[in-house]
Nanobody, 122 residues
Framework: QLTLVESGGGLVQPGGSLRLSCATS????????IGWFRQAPGKEREGLSC????????YYADSVKGRFTISRDNAKNTVYLQMNRLKPEDTAVYYC???????????????WGQGTQVTVSS
């Protein structure tokens, strides 16, 4: 059974920081790509970042580049998203997803977590 569970969301003031965790089980993290996504009410799902285990490449959306950082701890089977200098427009439900083919390609994400709410407000 392959599962992903996001945690770490919450309420934070503009300019603040949060670290999201994606705890995985049922598979070897090193052989999957793990991506972070978000979806705000009335908006399309947005890809934010991805770690590709095929070659170690890391990708960031322009909207979060320089503010968000993806990392992983293989021993803990966990991927993190460090979010700094948060803005109200970052408010969304954040999801992690796994791509069994190890590459950060939209159609490759077959497994998704339940999401964690991030609210950026004063």
């Amino acid at each position: 059974q392959l599962t992903l569970v996001e945690s770490g969301g919450g309420l934070v003031q503009p300019g603040g920081s949060l670290r999201l965790s994606c705890a995985t089980s049922g598979f070897t993290l090193n052989y999957y790509a793990i991506g972070w996504f978000r979806q705000a009410p009335g908006k399309e799902r947005e890809g934010l970042s991805c770690f590709s285990s095929s070659d170690g490449s890391v990708y960031y959306a322009d909207s979060v580049k320089g503010r968000f950082t993806i990392s992983r701890d293989n021993a803990k089977n966990t991927v993190y998203l460090q979010m700094n200098r948060l803005k109200p427009e970052d408010t969304a439900v954040y999801y992690c997803a796994a791509a069994p083919r190890r590459r950060c390609v939209d159609g490759f994400y077959d497994y998704w977590g339940q999401g964690t709410q991030v609210t950026v407000s004063s």
